[in-house]
């Protein structure tokens, strides 16, 4: 990832001296910009690490949330800018602080003066002072049109809904009579969700640990517990002893619908970060295998079962070239957490949506049924075959299920059911990801 210092101070003496909203806005104006270029806004953030850390802890804050809201609301920001510099072709990077300074005019509390001030400030900062007068008129103009501009933004599906064309064309095919509401959930704020670990306490005692440290929390299905309004990991009681994990109400099920008992051999073939291998863990004791072909994400599983006081072997390997990994004995389950889009996390990675292209559905379903078929030759007769993806795309779904059923005669499919399922789909609302779930029995 190419380096940038345009405007921060080298030393982080002088950072918290100049501690500034400019700073904040024009690090953030960098970020994504990175993402633009193709990069992660996870990864672009811990490139950047040293550099948030000389902000400090509100302007950190500020950068973070301005980045991920700038994501979230990109389609409908560009929409409206756009007919602001229908004279001018900014440069990414000043195209970038004009999607900051917008957000946080239209979409947070900061006076707008101060938006537009410390926003002219960067610009000078990062460029150079003649800058300064396009930004400000720019964005005085955004405050003047703010209505025309939205109704212009209306006109447009990625002005309205914040994402690209292609996608919102794929969840109209897909889903046709909830695209509109996936849509509008990937534009909330996404929920603190956590997971008990049963071993160590139960849904009731720790929603009483919770009152107790003062925050509200309410149980969901399972062992899940949604905390409302959100707070820092580090406000939750016990979080460092193992009481609890942070898991999205979606990506619980895994476990419980691959049922695992104690005294099985399992298999979690694409493992990291390591929330589901945990869960299964917390749910029996299991010979369990935890495998994933990147070393550093391995890195936090091991982790996370620390944490938790949970053990599992650990093999660094790609699931599909079972002779770098497999021993030859089977498995009696296997949870196939897929790569994949990622599109039904879209709320929590919103970077997502712009960083996918219009082929890696099927690309990556194709993928997954590589993996599939792989580890359908480890798995005995009787066992069970979990297949997982965070997408709302058919490719990545359906069109996998049906492929695979007809390459594998002695495999006979069962889609979950129950409230939370609609044909193997978890659909996205204020409490749940989106997910799909179908299970693979061997007979």
Same mark, same amino acid.
């Given at each position: ?49 040293? $550099? ?37 072709? %900014? ?68 002005? $309205? ?8 064309? $794929? ?57 409302? %309004? ?6 939750? %009681? ?94 009696? $389950? ?110």
């Amino acid at each position: 990832m190419t380096e940038r210092r345009l405007f921060l101070p080298e030393q982080p003496a002088a950072a918290a001296a100049a501690s500034c909203l400019d700073l904040a806005q024009a690090l953030a104006a960098e970020l994504l910009v990175l993402v633009d270029e193709g990069h992660s806004l996870d990864g672009a953030l811990l490139a950047r690490a040293d $550099r948030l850390e000389a902000l400090g802890p509100h302007l950190r804050a500020v950068c973070r949330d301005v980045c991920f809201g700038v994501l979230r609301h990109r389609g409908r920001l560009r929409a409206m800018l756009r007919p602001l510099l229908q004279k001018s072709a %900014p440069q990414p990077l000043m195209l970038a602080l004009l999607s900051v300074a917008a957000y946080q005019l239209l979409h947070t509390r900061t006076a707008a003066h101060a938006v537009v001030d410390h926003a002219v400030r960067a610009a000078v900062t990062m460029t150079h002072p003649a800058v300064g007068g396009f930004v400000n008129a720019v964005l005085r103009n955004l405050q003047r049109r703010r209505a025309e501009l939205e109704t212009g933004a209306d006109a447009t599906p990625e002005g $309205r809904h914040s994402h690209p064309e292609w996608w919102i064309r $794929r969840l109209r095919r897909d889903h046709p009579r909830h695209w509109k509401a996936i849509l509008a959930a990937a534009q909330g704020h996404p929920p603190l969700t956590l997971r008990v670990n049963r071993r160590r306490c139960t849904v009731a005692d720790y929603l009483e640990r919770l009152q107790q440290a003062g925050l509200q929390g309410r149980a969901l299905e399972g062992d899940a517990i949604v905390v409302e %309004p959100p707070c820092a990991v580090e406000r939750l %009681p016990g979080f460092a002893e193992g009481l609890v994990s942070v898991q999205d109400a979606s990506a619980q099920l895994a476990a419980t619908l691959l049922a695992a008992r104690d005294g099985e051999r399992v298999l979690d073939a694409c493992a990291a970060p390591g929330g589901k291998t945990a869960h299964l863990l917390e749910l029996a004791d299991l010979d369990l295998t935890a495998l994933d072909h990147d070393p550093r994400r391995l890195g936090r599983v091991t982790d996370n079962l620390r944490r938790l006081g949970l053990q599992a072997e650990l093999r660094c390997a790609n699931a599909a070239d079972l002779a770098a990994w497999w021993d030859g004995r089977p498995f009696d $389950r296997i949870l196939l957490d897929a790569p994949c889009t990622g599109s039904g996390i879209t709320r929590r990675h919103p970077d997502i949506r712009w960083l996918r292209q219009p082929g890696d559905p099927a690309r990556l379903g194709q993928t997954q049924l590589q993996l599939a078929a792989a580890l359908w030759k480890t798995l005995k007769p009787g066992g069970t075959l979990l297949f997982a993806t965070c997408s709302l795309f058919s490719e990545e779904g359906p069109s996998v299920v049906q492929a695979f059923l007809a390459a594998h005669p002695d495999a006979r499919l069962r889609l979950p059911e129950g409230p939370s399922f609609q044909e193997g789909w978890v659909l996205p609302d204020a409490l749940h990801d989106g997910f799909f779930y179908a299970l693979f029995e061997r007979h």
